[in-house]
Structure formats: C-alpha cells, structure tokens
C-alpha cells in the first residue's frame, strides 16, 4: 500500500542542491574551499593605491581555515564566517599606511547572477581623524577592463567608527560582525566581470584595518516551498540584502501564504546594501506544488544471494528532485541509497518499504512485498574405515521441495545421480567426498566432508630382554594406539618378572585396525653381598661402611661405599645393593646408632656499664669449663668488652661449644648547636640536640635563664633581657648511664636602640619645601634617613628641600642602629599641598599655517590627566568635537570638515590631583581665518 505524507519545509523553485552545483561551476573557490587563491587576484600597495603591486603576499593575504578568535575583539568574532569552513583575511594589524586587495572575475549567467559576501571588519577608529583619513573596508563591481560599473550600487565602503554601522569596541578598536551581502548581477549577465575586495591602514599610518571575506553566487530567485495537499506555501528572497518588500505587503526576508492559487503570481523588491541605499531589484515567481508518484522494482533471489532494488519514483517538478531515500528491508535491515542491495538471510516474503523526500521537504512511500526462495540443506552420513572395508554414504539431505542429487565420490570415479552411495576403496588415503542438491525452484547448495580409508598399523613389542630375578620390567607396544598384553601385563606398567616367557601384545589404531607382536624374557645368576657391623658413635665423628661379595655396592641415606662420612643423630639401618655380572642385584643391612651433641648454652650476650658487676653461667651439659679465668656461676668485673667462650660435656663424653659477649657501653657524648648565639634583644633561639655516640632515651637542657627542659628533640626559647648565658645537656642511656656538659656563655643578648624624630615644620607647599628632621633617638650611633623622595642620608639632624614636581606627599623613614647593629625604625608624613595653575585660550586660527591651529587647555599642575573631558559645542548645540585628552586639541573641522568662522562654546570637567574634588569650567572661543 502506498502512504503518502508531505513536510512543510524550505521548498525552492530552483533547489538549493542545484544552487550548490551552481556554485562549483559558475564561482570556482569563491569561497576559498581550495584552501588556496586560486581564481583570485591579489595585491599589495598603499592607502591611495591598494592595488599598486600586484602577487598574493603572504601575511597580507591569509587563507583561515580552522575556527580561531580574533586577538583585537575580546573574545567575540570567529575568524570563519557563520556556516563555513573558510575564510581569507585580507590585511594585517601591522601599521603604516598598507594597502591590500583581492580580485574575483567571473562570467555572469542566470545560475550565478547573485554575489552573496560574507565579511568581518577590525578597524582601528582613531580619534581626530577625518572619516577619509581612517581605516577602511570596501567592495567594488567592475568590468573587464577594471572600471567600476552599476553607479552607486556598485560600491560599498565602510570606514572605522563609520555612523550607523554595528561596531563593536574591544580597548579601543572598533570591529563589526560578521555581515552577509548580496549583489544583484543580472544587469551584467552575459559580460565578464570582477568583484573587488580592499583595505587600507589610516593614511596616516599609525593605525591599521583589516578584513576576513569569504564568498559564493546562484541564481537571483525567489525560493517557493510548497508540496501536494498542503495549503500553505513559503516563499523566501535571496539572503543578504538590506531589505525586503513583497508584492503583499511583508517587509521580511520569507513570507507564508495561506490557501494559495495555483499558478499564483508574486513578486519581492530587494534593497541592496550600498553607502546611498538606493539600489533595487525585483524577483517575480509563481507557485506550483509538487507531487510524487513513488514506487521501486527487484528480481527474485534464492537466500544468500544479493537482491538489488531500483527507484522508480517520478516527480512532477524535475527542479525539486529526490534528495534521500530511506529504505527498510522488511528483516531489520535499512539502506538510504537510492538503488540499494540487499542480502535476506533467511527465505520467506518481506513487506518493503521505500521514503523517499524532495530537497524542499515533500514527502513520500510505497511498501511492496518480496519472496526470498529457500534452499536445500545437504547432509550425508560416513564413517572412515580400515582398508578393505566398504564405505557407505546415507542421504540426509531436507528441503520442502523435491530434490535432485550428484555425488562425487573421487578416485577417479564419475558423478553419479542416485540418492545413496557406497564404494570399497583399494587404497589407503583421504577422499573427499560432495553431494550436489538443486531442488524444483533451482535453487543450489552443497556440502563436501573428507573420508580417510586407514591403512593397518605396525605394532612391536619391543626387543627380547634378559633380566635378573624378581627384576621389575616393562613393556611397551609402538605403532598402534592401544594396547593389550596377555599374561596379566598392563602395556607401560612395570610388573616382577617371576619366570622366563613369552608375552603378546595387540594394537588397535584409532580406527580400530588391528595387529599383533610377543617379546621373550629371561633371567641372569644373581651375587651373595654383606653390609659389615653394626656401629655406635657421637654426633659429629666420622663413620665408614664397605660392602662385600659383589662388584659394586649402593647404599641408602646417601652413603658412599668405603668412604668416611659424619652421620646426623639417629638410629639408621643402612641398606647395602651390590650389583655383580649382568648388573643382577642382592641386598643387605648394618646399623647405625648417633648419641646427639649437647646443646651447650653460654647465656644471652650482656651491655653493661663500665665498673659493673656481671655473672655468666652455661647450660645444656653436666660440666662447664670457661676461657679468660672465668668460673660458671661466678660473679666478676670486666675491664673492657670481650668474647667468653664455654665447654660443656655430657656424661656420655660428648661435649659441645658456645660464647657469650659482654659489651661496655660506649659514652653519650653531649653536643648542640644553634643557628643564632647572640642578637639584639629578644633573641629567639632554636637549640638543636646534636650528640653523638650511645642514643640517649632522657635529656634534660637548662638554658641558662631558669628555664629547664626534658626532652631529647631540640627546643627553643627566647631571651629578652641583655646578658650571656650557658647551656648545660645532661644525657641518659637506656642502659640508665649519665652523662653531661656545660656549654659556657653560649647564648648572649644585646640591647637595641630607640628611633625618634619631628619634622619640622611637616607640612609644605610648593612655594616652601625645606623642612629639618630634629632627632631624638637613644642608644643608637648610626643613623639612615630615607626621605621618601629618592635622597637619603646619614647625618644626626638633617634639613631636605623636597622637588614640587610632581606635587606628593612623602614618608621619612630614620633607621637608628647601636654599636652591636641593633636597629629600630620610625616614620613621619611629610604632606605637600598643590596650586591648581592652568590656562585656557579665547582664540586660535586654523588655517593651516604653523601657529595657532588648534583649540586646547594648557594645565600647569594640580589636575588628574586621567579624569578629563572636553565637549566643544556649535551655536545650536551641537556637539562638534569631544576628547578625553587633554593632550589633544580641536583642529576646527567637523565630521572632516572646516567649520565656519564664529564663536563656539566649550565646557571642561577633570578631577583635582591631591583630593577627589572635580571641577567644571565653561566659556567659549572663536575661530578666526
């Protein structure tokens, strides 16, 4: 079924997919989208002649083409255009009077005759220049030979600080936003024309200007949105005129219509952008819906296999085409290709649905259902066999449909048409076997399996073997993959060989192909071997053990035969094998008893202080005999540290060793330090605990100054009185051992001086800036006057003339320092009044000689220059000039022209400078030529 639905969206009589091809054909990187200049002019000159050099200058021609910030505009203006993806910026912000100019040429036709420009401006807007002297921007429509056509519309200029523009203003620069334009070229279709771009710095060359363009052209046409079954059509001018007048009555850019005939006619009057506002055109249009008949066509598939499907839609406006198609495959699958293709994993009937949308918005469908045919599913049973054996293929093929089946069975064989298979192959090997199925719609599949045909396997049991009595053995059958012995034997499992015989083995590969094998075992004569007698000793002595009556022995525990070894404690029976001819074995057994070795304790390691008294006494033993005259148990002095070694013995005379230390403790030698040991008054300190040898575990300083502190860390203190004090650190061991020391005179305490003066007098003005410092210090011998006004010096009393230019007050600082350098500092103000002193001339005479061409106030002193304002009025109150410098005078000339002869009036307001006390002034002057 077909659904149709429409969109109320931007319909265009020539769609904009056109109006983008349009584009690429008639306006060529108009837009910079090549990242480059090409189809561009460039270049280079000066204020008067922008166009002097020609050649594209890097730095005054400048592709951008990644989204930045302007530096000049605070944050507000994007290098690229609203939009777009490129920009050129023609200019720089360097100064000196620089000129700069880009230049498109284009053939003008009907698809190309509006010139749509975006730009951006930073102009510098310096005060007391004429509008022809400042920064500037313009646009110009040429011909071929470089004249300028179209009069007045043909050219538009913008200036820094221009009236009636947008500018914004970032510290002082001016910039404008950016601006879409729109140029009406249908007076010059059918000639070659060019489009002019430029920029100047002030001709005065102390401020520059420059501009971020960026361009494309399509046809100058009324936009008409409008589908089938809607009652409203829109209709929209082209962008980037100054304004809109429709043949109703709207002023706006698009207007909508309700319940529009068809075939209605309308017309809209566009005002370009141009410094004389007088540059029209109009555009007429009439309406027409659009309407789609949808529909698609496809061939029948098998599953698996790729359907493609054809759009079939035709639309009854060729201008307004089909732009997007959504398709949706009736199993999941979606595609927005206009002839798409489509693989159904599954056979069965699907419902397709195709959308289908106009570049304007209108809207259709059509859904239709497809059959995906099924295929069969091959399949056969085998197994792989020994040689000889028959292999038998079964059919278990399926499909709903009848089927018709080809094997191929290999070894040269032809294709056979029969349902089942069997086949003896007469050779060993691997055989791929395929079963073909194409079922009553032709549909066609097939499966291929291997089958291995094995040949028997080669099984051995091994060599003969001729062992000795009750010998462990094992037997082992290759070639096959399982095996079975006769006899009870586990193939791989040793077993004790009782009797000479014959075992058979048969193995079985993993097909179940069989084959069999035996192996004979017999026995050797077997040696009469004796270990010696048993043995007892103590822990540590050395033992020796020898076999006997074979060719050579093996003991356990790790025993040589015949070589000495030194047993741990324990009870052993040693196990001798002695091996004689044909390696046949006998064994026999001799013990071991070995009494342990006494652990013999001298007692734990000893500190002691020296002069103490200590013990020492063994354990673990019956005796004790100690080295360095030393009885156990007996109390004694040691005269220094020394190693005690004791011998204990066992009533079974075994006997062992062991030391004990006694050490002296090493002294606690008291030590401090400190940073600071004497300054003036208070002296704070910070005494750090820098003692050396046995760690102390209690500490206790007294400072000197009745303070006593117990700690260990370092401590700190201040000292306020004048004097020397001494230091005593009394340490004690964990051991409890005391120590101490007394540091004398460690920390000493100078008085400090009194700084005072008075200025005499303290306050000047700046007819009488000498004033004399009277000191009034105590303890001190140097003095140090900083005087606040750059000048210093050392006198006791001195007198100091103060500058009066700039008129401020000053701080007097005196540093007064004692014999030991001690220092205190004071300070006074010292306050300076100010005249306020200026002058206002009556008269001035611009007319272009060296004197007396302009108007402004001369201030001597007593005024903020940063608080200032001027406003100059005509007669009628208008205002003809205004600053904020009072640097910069009025030249009599308004908007850049002369003004008349005749009285004017002026009104000053600033901000005295030593108070925040404003004044305002108000008089007049007359101009005289």
Not at 127 to 137: K, L
Not at 330 to 350: F, I
Not at 505 to 513: F, Q, R
Request: charged share 10%; proline share 6%; glycine share 8%.
């Amino acid at each position: 079924m077909m659904i149709r639905f429409l969109h109320r969206y931007f319909v265009l009589f020539f769609f904009f997919v056109m109006i983008q091809q349009v584009v690429g054909q008639g306006c060529p990187n108009a837009n910079f989208s090549s990242n480059n200049f090409s189809s561009w002019a460039g270049f280079t000159g000066t204020y008067t002649n922008p166009g002097q050099t020609p050649g594209i200058v890097n730095g005054q021609h400048t592709i951008m083409n990644a989204p930045a910030i302007d530096p000049f505009t605070c944050g507000g203006l994007n290098v690229i255009p609203p939009g777009g993806t490129v920009s050129a910026r023609l200019g720089n912000s360097n100064t000196g009077a620089q000129g700069e100019r880009l230049r498109y040429t284009m053939t003008v036709d009907n698809s190309n005759a509006l010139f749509i420009y975006k730009y951006a401006v930073v102009l510098e807007n310096p005060s007391g220049h004429a509008s022809n002297e400042q920064p500037e921007f313009s646009v110009r429509i040429l011909n071929q030979a470089g004249a300028q056509i179209g009069g007045n519309c043909g050219i538009y200029t913008v200036y820094g600080g221009q009236p009636g523009q947008n500018f914004q203003t970032c510290n002082g620069v001016t910039w404008l936003p950016w601006t879409t334009v729109g140029v009406n070229l249908q007076p010059f279709i059918g000639q070659t024309i060019q489009v002019e771009f430029s920029t100047k710095d002030c001709s005065l060359s102390g401020h520059f200007g420059y501009a971020y363009v960026a361009a494309e052209c399509m046809p100058l046409i009324i936009d008409v949105a409008y589908c089938e079954g809607s009652n409203v059509v829109t209709m929209t001018a082209p962008p980037g005129f100054q304004s809109y007048n429709w043949s109703n009555g709207a002023t706006s850019q698009s207007v909508t219509i309700s319940n529009p005939t068809y075939g209605q006619a309308f017309s809209c009057t566009l005002q370009t952008f141009s410094n004389q506002g007088n540059c029209t055109v109009t555009v007429n249009t009439q309406v027409y819906p659009t309407i789609i008949d949808p529909g698609f066509t496809w061939a029948p598939v098998c599953e698996d296999a790729a359907m493609t499907f054809n759009d079939t839609t035709v639309v009854s406006n060729p201008n307004n085409p089909i732009t997007s198609w959504n398709w949706n495959f009736g199993d999941g699958g979606t595609s927005t290709l206009e002839n798409p293709t489509h693989t159904y994993a599954n056979p069965g009937q699907y419902n397709v649905t195709l959308h289908m949308y106009t570049d304007d918005g209108c809207a259709d469908s059509i859904t239709k259902q497809v059959t995906v045919w099924p295929k069969s599913i091959p399949e056969f049973t085998y197994q792989d066999v020994c040689l000889g054996e028959e292999s038998v293929f079964t059919n278990t093929s399926s499909d709903t449909l009848t089927m018709n089946f080809t094997w191929n069975i290999n070894n040269g064989l032809p294709m056979q048409n029969v349902e089942d298979i069997s086949y003896t192959y007469p050779n060993a090997g691997t055989y791929n076997i395929v079963l073909y199925i194409t079922n009553s719609l032709g549909c066609s599949s097939f499966t291929i399996h291997p089958i291995t045909v094995h040949s028997f396997p080669i099984v051995d049991a091994g060599p003969d073997q001729m062992v000795c009595p009750n010998t462990s053995v094992t037997l082992s059958g290759s070639g096959a993959q399982t095996y079975v012995w006769d006899n009870n034997v586990v193939d791989g499992v040793p077993f004790v060989v009782t009797s000479s015989q014959i075992y058979h083995v048969t193995g079985t590969d993993a097909v179940g192909c069989e084959a069999t094998d035996s192996v004979t075992v017999t026995f050797f004569p077997t040696p009469n071997v004796q270990a010696g007698p048993d043995q007892e000793v103590c822990e540590g002595a050395s033992v020796t053990f020898s076999g006997s009556g074979a060719n050579s022995y093996t003991w356990n525990n790790n025993v040589i035969d015949g070589q000495a070894f030194i047993p741990v404690v324990d009870t052993f029976e040693l196990v001798v094998t002695g091996t004689g001819a044909n390696n046949c074995q006998q064994t026999d057994t001799a013990l071991l008893i070995v009494h342990p070795t006494p652990v013999v304790l001298a007692g734990p390691d000893q500190l002691i202080c020296n002069g103490s008294q200590t013990t020492i006494s063994g354990s673990g033993a019956d005796t004790y005999v100690w080295d360095n005259g030393v009885s156990n148990g007996v109390p004694f002095t040691p005269l220094a540290s020394a190693t005690y070694t004791v011998t204990g013995t066992t009533n079974l005379g075994c006997f062992d060793t062991d030391q004990v230390v006694v050490n002296l403790e090493a002294p606690a030698i008291p030590a401090i330090n400190s940073p600071i040991t004497s300054g003036c008054a208070p002296v704070a300190v910070s005494l750090s605990n820098i003692s050396s040898g046995t760690p102390s575990v209690n500490c206790t300083w007294n400072l000197g100054d009745n303070t006593v502190l117990d700690t260990c860390g370092a401590v700190d203190n201040v000292y306020t009185e004048p004097g020397c004090y001494d230091i005593t650190l009394t340490l004690e061991t964990a051991l409890g051992c005391v120590w101490e020391e007394t540091f004398d005179n460690y920390i000493c305490v100078f008085a400090n001086p009194i700084a005072a003066f008075t200025p005499t007098p303290g306050t000047l003005s700046e007819l009488d800036p000498e004033t004399t410092m009277n000191n009034s210090s105590s303890g001190a011998v140097i003095y140090e006057w900083d005087f606040g006004d750059g000048t210093f010096s050392d006198d006791e009393n001195p007198t100091h003339l103060y500058p009066v230019e700039p008129v401020e007050n000053h701080v007097v600082e005196l540093v007064a320092i004692s014999e030991h350098g001690c220092t205190d500092t004071t300070s006074a103000i010292i306050v300076i009044n100010e005249e306020l002193i200026y002058y206002i001339p009556n008269t001035f005479t611009p007319d272009g000689d060296e004197y007396n061409n302009t108007f402004q106030p001369i201030f001597t002193s007593g005024f903020d220059p940063f608080d200032f304002n001027m406003i100059l009025f005509n007669r009628w109150g208008e205002i003809v000039f205004e600053t904020n410098d009072a640097k910069v005078g009025w030249d009599g000339t308004y908007h850049g022209e002369s003004v008349k002869e005749g009285t004017y009036n002026w009104k000053i307001e600033f901000q005295r400078s030593i108070s925040d006390e404003r004044k305002i002034i108000v008089g007049h002057v007359t101009i005289l030529k």
